[in-house]
Nanobody
Framework: QVQLVESGGGLVQAGGSLRLSCAAS????????MGWFRQAPGKEREFVAA????????TYADSAKGRFTISRDTRKNTVYLQMNSLKSEDTAVYYC????????????????WGQGTQVTVSS
């Protein structure tokens, strides 16, 4: 039974920071590429960041480059998303995702999804 449980969302002022966590269970962590997507009201779910299986290389959406950092702790089976310099347009529900693939960038790529955590950036 695979579970992805997000935490760390909340309300933050523009320019502030948040760190999201995704605790994974029921899968072999090293064999899955992990990532984050987000969905704002009225918009499609979009890719934010991914950390690849095996080598832990990272990829980012253009909107996240230079502000967000994805990382992992294999001992805790946990993936993090550090978000700095937050903007109002970052407001969305953030979803953790896992894929038994090297590439995770499309909405159809993940095999598993978390339930999401709300991030609200006030201005």
């Amino acid at each position: 039974q695979v579970q992805l449980v997000e935490s760390g969302g909340g309300l933050v002022q523009a320019g502030g920071s948040l760190r999201l966590s995704c605790a994974a269970s029921g899968l072999t962590f090293s064999t899955y590429t992990m990532g984050w997507f987000r969905q704002a009201p009225g918009k499609e779910r979009e890719f934010v960041a991914a950390i690849r299986r095996w080598d832990a290389s990272t990829t980012y959406a253009d909107s996240a480059k230079g502000r967000f950092t994805i990382s992992r702790d294999t001992r805790k089976n946990t993936v993090y998303l550090q978000m700095n310099s937050l903007k109002s347009e970052d407001t969305a529900v953030y979803y953790c995702a896992a894929a038994a693939k090297y590439t995770l960038r499309k909405r159809d790529d993940p095999a598993y999804w978390g339930q999401g955590t709300q991030v609200t950036v006030s201005s």
